[in-house]
C-alpha cells in the first residue's frame, strides 16, 4: 500500500520535522510507481509530481501525522482537486430535448450506458429517447432495443427509418421523433471506433454539427492504460467532448485513465458505471477516485 | 538521446519511458533495462547500437511460441477452444474470425453460443456464424452456459465436426460466482469429450494497462489459459502489457486482431510486434 511505503521511505530518513528536498525526492519516486501501476500516463504523471513536489517541500509535517500519511494527503488533495468537484452532471437544454452523444472506442460500455443513462433520467421523471446509430457492429440494434425494451423506453433506428439510412440520419430523425413525442431527453448511441479512424471520426463531426448535441460523453473502460492519452486527446480535438464516463469500475483496475483523461481535455469525469446491470450507474466522487488511484 | 553502445542514465531512462508508455509496466520496463545494459556489456561487436540490443531483448521475451496455424494438426476430434475474458475485449468478434480461419484451412467448424446472459449476444455470435460458414449450437435467453457447452460438443460429435469454438460471457475476473460458472462450463467441455477444451485463449484488449496482469492471473487460475489473443491492435495501443504477462505466466501470444472483419486476425508475430512498439 502506497501509505505503507511511504512511510518505509520516510522511516530511513527519521527525525525530520519538516519534509526536506531529499526525503521529498524519495518519497515522490514511489508515489510515481504508485501512479503508473495505476496507469496513470507517464506525462501526465510526471508534470503531477511536480505540482505535488512544489506543494509539500517547506510543508510542516503535522504532528499527528506520520511523513509518510502527510505525504499522501498532499498527493491525495492534489489528486482531487484536479479530478474536479463533484458537479452537476448532465444540464438539460432550454428547450428540451437535450441531445446526448456517446462517443468511444470498441467494447467499452457505450450502448449499456446508454441504457443506464435512459434508466436515469426516467426515474428523474425526464422521459428518455434512445437512437440507435450503430450500423456496423453484428445485432447492435438488437442489443440497444432489448435494453430499452427492459426498462420501457423508445428506441429508434433502422427498422423506422429503412435499412439504407446512415448513422447522421437515423441520429437527425431520431432527434426529431424525440422532438414530436415531447421526450425529454434523447440519448444518441454510435459504434465504437478509432481515433485514428479518419472516416468514423468525421462521421461523429457531422452528427455533432448537424445535431448540436448539448452533452457530448467520452466513455472510457476503466481498464484502459497510456494509450488514454493519445484516444482522448484525439477525439477531445475533433468533437470537444464535454464530459467523460468511466466503465467497468465494479472490477479491480485502479482507473489512473481518468486523470489522465481530465488532464490532457480539461473535462470532467460525470458518471462512473459499476456493473452489467442498468441500475449500476453512479455520478462522479473525485474522492473515492482518487483513493482508488493511490490504491 | 538514444544512439551508441554504452547505457548512461539518460538513455536508460528515455528507453524506461518509451516502454512505460507502451503498457510495458514499471517492473518489466526496469527489468528489461537491466538486462539490456547486460546485453550490451557481453556484446562481443561492442559498438552494437542500443535500439538493436533493445529489440532483440523484447523479440526474446515476446517471441519462441509456436506461429498459430488453423491447417495445423488438432488435438482433438472435435477440436474444442474456449474462449474466456472481460466484458468488451473482443471474443465474439474474435471467434467469428477463428472461424472464418478454421473454414479457409478446410475444416467444418461449430460455435457455442454459451453467452446467455448479455443482451443480443446470441444474435450477434449467429451473424458470425453465417458469415464464416460455420453451424451455432444456442438456448434461450438465461439457460445454464454449461448446460449450451455440452449440447455444442454433443453436436459436434454426432455431425463429426472438427472444431468447436466456444463464445462465452464477458466477466471481470474479480466476480468469484462468475468465474465459478466459467470453471463450469469447461468442466462440462471435458465430459462430453475427453481432452476438451484443447485449446483456452484469453482475449485481451490491447488498450488495457496493468490490469491486464490481473486480469491473466485470475484466468489462468480458472481455466489454464493456454493462448493469449491481444486485440484492437489497430488502433494506437502498443499492447506492450504482452511483455509483462509472457515474463510473469509464461503464455504465449498466439493471434492478434486488427480490425472488426472477419480477416482482421493474424498469427502473433514477435518480430512485427516488437517493431510496432518500438516506432
Ligand atoms: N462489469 C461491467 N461490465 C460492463 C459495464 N458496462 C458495460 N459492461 C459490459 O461491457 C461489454 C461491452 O458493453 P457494450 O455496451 O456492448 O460496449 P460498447 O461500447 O457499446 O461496444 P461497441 O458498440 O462494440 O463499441 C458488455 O458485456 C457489457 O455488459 C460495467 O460498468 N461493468
Ligand atoms: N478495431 C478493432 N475492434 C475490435 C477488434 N476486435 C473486436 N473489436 C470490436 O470490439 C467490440 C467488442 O467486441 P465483442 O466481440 O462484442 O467483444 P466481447 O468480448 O465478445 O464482448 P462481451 O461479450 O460483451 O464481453 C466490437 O465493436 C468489435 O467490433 C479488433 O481487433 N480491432
Ligand atoms: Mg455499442
Ligand atoms: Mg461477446
Same mark, same amino acid.
Given at each position: 500500500?502506497?501509505?505503507?511505503?511511504?512511510?518505509?521511505?520516510?522511516?530511513?530518513?527519521?527525525?525530520?520535522?519538516?519534509?526536506t528536498?531529499?526525503?521529498?525526492?524519495?518519497?515522490?519516486?514511489?508515489?510515481?510507481?504508485?501512479l503508473?501501476e495505476?496507469?496513470?500516463?507517464?506525462?501526465?504523471?510526471?508534470s503531477?509530481?511536480?505540482?505535488?513536489?512544489?506543494?509539500?517541500?517547506?510543508?510542516?509535517?503535522?504532528?499527528?501525522?506520520?511523513?509518510?500519511?502527510?505525504m499522501v494527503?498532499?498527493?491525495?488533495?492534489?489528486?482531487?482537486?484536479?479530478?474536479?468537484?463533484?458537479?452537476?452532471?448532465v444540464?438539460?437544454?432550454?428547450?428540451?430535448?437535450?441531445?446526448?452523444?456517446?462517443?468511444?472506442?470498441?467494447?467499452?460500455?457505450?450502448?449499456?450506458?446508454?441504457?443506464?443513462?435512459?434508466?436515469?433520467?426516467?426515474?428523474?421523471?425526464?422521459?428518455?429517447?434512445?437512437v440507435?446509430?450503430?450500423?456496423?457492429?453484428?445485432?447492435?440494434?438488437?442489443q440497444?432495443?432489448?435494453?430499452?425494451g427492459?426498462?420501457?423506453?423508445?428506441?429508434?433506428?433502422?427498422?423506422?427509418?429503412?435499412?439504407?439510412?446512415?448513422?447522421?440520419?437515423?441520429?437527425?430523425?431520431?432527434?426529431?421523433?424525440a422532438?414530436?413525442?415531447n421526450?425529454?431527453?434523447?440519448?444518441?448511441?454510435?459504434?465504437?471506433?478509432?481515433?485514428?479512424?479518419?472516416?468514423?471520426?468525421?462521421?461523429?463531426?457531422?452528427?455533432?454539427?448537424?445535431?448540436?448535441?448539448?452533452?457530448?460523453?467520452?466513455?472510457a473502460?476503466?481498464?484502459?492504460?497510456?494509450?488514454?492519452?493519445?484516444?482522448?486527446?484525439?477525439?477531445?480535438?475533433?468533437?470537444?467532448?464535454?464530459?467523460?464516463?468511466?466503465?467497468?469500475?465494479?472490477?479491480?483496475?485502479?482507473?489512473?485513465?481518468?486523470?489522465?483523461?481530465?488532464?490532457v481535455?480539461?473535462?470532467?469525469?460525470?458518471?462512473?458505471?459499476?456493473?452489467?446491470?442498468?441500475?449500476?450507474?453512479?455520478?462522479?466522487?473525485?474522492?473515492?477516485?482518487?483513493?482508488?488511484?493511490?490504491? | 538521446?538514444?544512439?551508441?553502445?554504452?547505457?548512461?542514465?539518460?538513455?536508460?531512462?528515455?528507453?524506461?519511458?518509451?516502454?512505460?508508455?507502451?503498457?510495458?509496466g514499471?517492473?518489466?520496463?526496469?527489468?528489461?533495462v537491466?538486462?539490456?545494459?547486460?546485453?550490451?556489456?557481453?556484446?562481443?561487436?561492442g559498438?552494437?547500437?542500443?535500439?538493436?540490443?533493445?529489440?532483440?531483448?523484447?523479440?526474446q521475451i515476446?517471441?519462441?511460441? +509456436?506461429?498459430?496455424?488453423? !491447417?495445423?494438426?488438432?488435438? *482433438?476430434? =472435435? /477440436?474444442?477452444? $474456449?474462449? &474466456?475474458?472481460?466484458?468488451?475485449?473482443?471474443?465474439?468478434?474474435?471467434?467469428?474470425?477463428?472461424?472464418?480461419?478454421?473454414?479457409?484451412?478446410?475444416?467444418?467448424?461449430?460455435?457455442?453460443?454459451?453467452?446467455t446472459?448479455?443482451?443480443?449476444?446470441?444474435?450477434?455470435?449467429?451473424?458470425?456464424?453465417?458469415?464464416?460458414?460455420?453451424?451455432?449450437?444456442?438456448?434461450?435467453?438465461?439457460?445454464?452456459?454449461?448446460?449450451?457447452?455440452?449440447?455444442?460438443?454433443?453436436?459436434?460429435?454426432?455431425?463429426?465436426?472438427?472444431?468447436?469454438?466456444?463464445d462465452?460471457?464477458?466477466?471481470?475476473?474479480?466476480?468469484?460466482?462468475?468465474?465459478?460458472?466459467?470453471?463450469? +462450463?469447461?468442466?462440462?467441455? !471435458?465430459?462430453?469429450?475427453? *481432452?476438451? =477444451? /484443447?485449446?483456452? $485463449?484469453? &482475449?485481451?484488449?490491447?488498450?488495457?494497462?496493468?490490469?491486464?496482469l490481473s486480469?491473466?492471473?485470475?484466468?489462468?487460475?480458472?481455466?489454464?489459459?493456454?493462448?493469449?489473443?491481444?486485440?484492437?491492435?489497430?488502433?494506437?495501443?502498443?499492447?506492450?502489457i504482452a511483455?509483462?504477462?509472457?515474463?510473469?505466466?509464461?503464455?504465449p501470444?498466439?493471434?492478434?486482431g486488427?480490425?472488426?472483419?472477419?480477416?482482421?486476425?493474424?498469427p502473433?508475430?514477435?518480430?512485427?510486434?516488437?517493431e510496432?512498439?518500438?516506432?
Amino acid at each position: 500500500r502506497l501509505t505503507e511505503r511511504l512511510d518505509d521511505v520516510f522511516r530511513k530518513l527519521r527525525g525530520q520535522g519538516r519534509i526536506t528536498e531529499r526525503n521529498i525526492d524519495e518519497s515522490l519516486r514511489e508515489i510515481r510507481r504508485a501512479l503508473l501501476e495505476a496507469d496513470v500516463n507517464f506525462q501526465v504523471a510526471r508534470s503531477f509530481l511536480h505540482a505535488v513536489r512544489d506543494k509539500a517541500t517547506g510543508r510542516e509535517v503535522l504532528r499527528s501525522l506520520t511523513p509518510g500519511q502527510q505525504m499522501v494527503k498532499i498527493v491525495h488533495d492534489e489528486l482531487v482537486s484536479l479530478l474536479g468537484r463533484q458537479m452537476e452532471p448532465v444540464k438539460l437544454a432550454d428547450h428540451p430535448p437535450t441531445v446526448i452523444l456517446l462517443v468511444g472506442l470498441q467494447g467499452c460500455g457505450k450502448t449499456t450506458f446508454a441504457g443506464k443513462l435512459a434508466l436515469d433520467f426516467k426515474k428523474r421523471g425526464r422521459p428518455p429517447f434512445l437512437v440507435a446509430a450503430d450500423v456496423y457492429r453484428p445485432a447492435a440494434d438488437e442489443q440497444l432495443r432489448t435494453l430499452g425494451g427492459s426498462i420501457e423506453v423508445p428506441v429508434f433506428g433502422l427498422a423506422e427509418t429503412g435499412e439504407d439510412a446512415d448513422p447522421v440520419e437515423i441520429c437527425r430523425r431520431g432527434v426529431e421523433a424525440a422532438r414530436k413525442s415531447n421526450r425529454s431527453v434523447v440519448i444518441l448511441d454510435t459504434a465504437g471506433r478509432l481515433s485514428i479512424d479518419d472516416e468514423m471520426m468525421d462521421e461523429l463531426v457531422e452528427i455533432r454539427a448537424l445535431m448540436h448535441p448539448h452533452e457530448i460523453l467520452f466513455v472510457a473502460d476503466s481498464m484502459l492504460g497510456q494509450d488514454a492519452v493519445e484516444t482522448a486527446s484525439r477525439f477531445y480535438e475533433r468533437l470537444a467532448f464535454t464530459g467523460s464516463v468511466l466503465t467497468k469500475m465494479d472490477g479491480d483496475a485502479r482507473g489512473g485513465a481518468a486523470l489522465s483523461i481530465r488532464e490532457v481535455t480539461g473535462q470532467p469525469v460525470k458518471f462512473i458505471c459499476t456493473g452489467e446491470g442498468l441500475e449500476a450507474l453512479e455520478t462522479f466522487h473525485p474522492d473515492r477516485i482518487a483513493s482508488r488511484i493511490l490504491g | 538521446a538514444i544512439s551508441g553502445d554504452a547505457l548512461d542514465e539518460e538513455a536508460a531512462d528515455e528507453i524506461e519511458e518509451i516502454l512505460i508508455q507502451a503498457d510495458v509496466g514499471v517492473d518489466a520496463a526496469v527489468e528489461i533495462v537491466d538486462r539490456l545494459r547486460e546485453r550490451l556489456r557481453r556484446a562481443e561487436s561492442g559498438a552494437e547500437q542500443i535500439f538493436v540490443s533493445l529489440r532483440k531483448e523484447l523479440c526474446q521475451i515476446a517471441g519462441g511460441g +509456436v506461429p498459430f496455424d488453423p !491447417g495445423a494438426e488438432l488435438t *482433438g476430434k =472435435p /477440436h474444442v477452444v $474456449l474462449v &474466456v475474458g472481460v466484458n468488451g475485449v473482443g471474443k465474439t468478434t474474435t471467434i467469428g474470425k477463428l472461424a472464418r480461419l478454421y473454414r479457409d484451412s478446410g475444416r467444418s467448424v461449430l460455435l457455442a453460443a454459451c453467452d446467455t446472459f448479455r443482451a443480443a449476444a446470441v444474435p450477434q455470435l449467429e451473424i458470425w456464424a453465417e458469415r464464416a460458414g460455420a453451424n451455432i449450437v444456442r438456448a434461450q435467453q438465461g439457460a445454464d452456459p454449461a448446460a449450451v457447452a455440452f449440447d455444442a460438443v454433443s453436436a459436434a460429435l454426432s455431425r463429426d465436426t472438427d472444431v468447436v469454438l466456444v463464445d462465452t460471457a464477458g466477466r471481470l475476473h474479480t466476480k468469484v460466482n462468475l468465474m465459478e460458472e466459467l470453471k463450469k +462450463v469447461r468442466r462440462s467441455l !471435458g465430459k462430453q469429450c475427453q *481432452g476438451a =477444451p /484443447h485449446e483456452t $485463449l484469453l &482475449v485481451l484488449d490491447a488498450t488495457t494497462g496493468q490490469n491486464a496482469l490481473s486480469q491473466a492471473r485470475q484466468f489462468h487460475l480458472a481455466t489454464e489459459v493456454t493462448g493469449l489473443v491481444l486485440t484492437k491492435l489497430d488502433g494506437t495501443a502498443k499492447g506492450g502489457i504482452a511483455f509483462a504477462l509472457r515474463r510473469e505466466l509464461g503464455i504465449p501470444i498466439k493471434l492478434i486482431g486488427v480490425g472488426e472483419g472477419e480477416d482482421d486476425l493474424q498469427p502473433f508475430d514477435g518480430e512485427t510486434f516488437v517493431e510496432a512498439l518500438l516506432e
